[in-house]
């Protein structure tokens, strides 16, 4: 597996910075936080798309993902068809940088629907989506995130769109204090495409980000099933600095995940050695 950060953990910096630091602290891809303005927006110029590949194919550092956030589920025409659109103008703009992966929402439930109607609303907008993804070549993930976080029901929805390129992105920390992890990665295992893998805590009823081995989830045993899943692709690490302005400094943050998260991938490799 490879490891990357999500540039939600570094909103200060700009793309050479998070190019050269990628390099520097030993990340072999990045995630691309994917908002007009910031990282990456849907509609870079032709240009732009071929500076941003070629800034990060000088570093020797993949594209893994770009963040998107359009999700599927409001009830407003008017905005969903906003959503389906910026998610169709990304997977272009993934497809020219370079990028495997375009990360989605779900979406939170409409009031106004029962579960069996947003489940049928949301594979409807996915949908739309996917045929351009097929088109493009470029993978949607979907994120166990909001209403979505049951691996169960992310993987229905997956299944109800029914596209090879739609599968999951499994947030470690999103589900871990409302199902056992087995019971995600049972679900999503011959699905997943993307990993956003990092610690957090409870506090006050919220999900709050630690440091990598400072907070309560069982990173190892995580690992341990992410690996028997047969998942061999990114493990991105999502500090979320942008959310959580009070958080370590990147510089602190990112060169302890890739130490801990190798250290754990070292330990697995030798146990499984053993086991040979």
Not at 46 to 52: L, Q, T
Not at 118 to 127: I, P, Q
Not at 186 to 214: E, Y
Not at 244 to 258: S, T
Request: include cysteine; proline fraction near 4%; glycine fraction near 10%.
């Amino acid at each position: 597996m490879k490891l990357s950060f999500a540039t939600l953990g570094c909103p200060k910096w700009t793309l050479e910075q998070i190019a050269a630091n990628a390099k520097a602290m030993g990340y072999d891809g990045v995630e691309l936080r994917g908002v007009a303005g910031e990282h990456i927006g849907p509609e870079e110029t032709p240009a732009e798309r071929a500076r941003i590949r070629k800034l990060f194919e000088s570093h020797g550092i993949e594209i893994a993902a770009i963040m998107g956030y359009s999700s599927f589920t409001m009830d407003d025409p008017a905005k969903l068809k906003e959503s389906i659109r910026v998610a169709q103008c990304f997977l272009e703009t993934a497809r020219d940088i370079g990028c495997p992966t375009l990360r989605l929402f779900g979406g939170v439930f409409s009031k106004q629907l029962d579960e069996k109607g947003n489940m049928a609303r949301a594979a409807e907008g996915v949908r739309r989506v996917a045929g351009h993804a097929e088109r493009t070549g470029v993978n949607i993930a979907l994120e166990t995130h909001d209403d979505w976080t049951s691996g169960e029901r992310l993987k229905a929805l997956i299944t109800s769109v029914g596209s090879p390129r739609v599968g999951a992105c499994w947030d470690v920390a999103n589900g871990y204090f409302g199902e056992p992890p087995e019971r995600t990665c049972a679900a999503l295992r011959d699905c997943l495409v993307h990993v956003h893998f990092k610690d957090a805590a409870m506090v006050d009823g919220k999900i709050k980000s630690k440091l990598p081995g400072t907070g309560q989830l069982d990173l190892k045993k995580l690992l341990s099933l992410i690996t028997g899943a047969g998942y061999d692709r990114y493990l991105s690490f999502e500090w979320e600095k942008k959310w959580e302005p009070d958080l370590e400094e990147p510089e602190i943050a990112f060169p302890r995940y890739v130490k801990l998260t190798r250290g754990l991938m070292g330990e697995l490799k030798k146990k499984k050695a053993r086991k040979s």
